[in-house]
């Protein structure tokens, strides 16, 4: 069975970084998109950032653009979010995702219905 355990969530002030990590087992995702979506209470999940199997492209939400970088590492079977210049609207449980579908797929997925495997999610909070 798949799972997909993220780390590095926590309390920080407004302004600050975190780093977020997911890391994939057993299967192997090296050739598939992964992406991180949040929720907020209250609120649906929400898109935060993608990125190719190859790690060649990325894209973000326009909301953490120039704040936040994904990227990956294959050999580590683990995507990364780093977080800076963070916001209290930030403020959400962050879901890493893979899609196991789409082997060597070169576009963006940006709809959480494109992906199939999800964590359980880290509470990522900003205080201001």
């Known amino acids: 069975q798949v799972q997909l355990v993220e780390s590095g969530g926590g309390l920080v002030q407004a302004g600050g970084s975190l780093r977020l990590a997911c890391a994939a087992s057993?299967?192997?995702?090296?050739?598939?998109?992964m992406g991180w979506f949040r929720q907020a209470p209250g609120k649906e999940r929400e898109f935060v950032a993608a990125i190719t199997w190859s790690g060649s492209s990325t894209n973000y939400a326009d909301s953490v653009k120039g704040r936040f970088t994904i990227s990956r590492d294959n050999a580590k079977n683990t995507v990364y979010l780093q977080m800076n210049n963070l916001k209290p609207e930030d403020t959400a449980v962050y879901y890493c995702?893979?899609?196991?579908?789409?082997?060597?797929?070169?576009?963006?997925?940006?709809?959480?219905?494109?992906?199939?495997?999800w964590g359980q999610g880290t509470q990522v909070t900003v205080s201001s």
């Open positions: 057993p299967r192997t995702f090296s050739g598939y998109t």
């Open positions: 995702a893979v899609d196991g579908d789409r082997l060597g797929y070169s576009g963006i997925l940006t709809r959480s219905r494109f992906y199939d495997y």
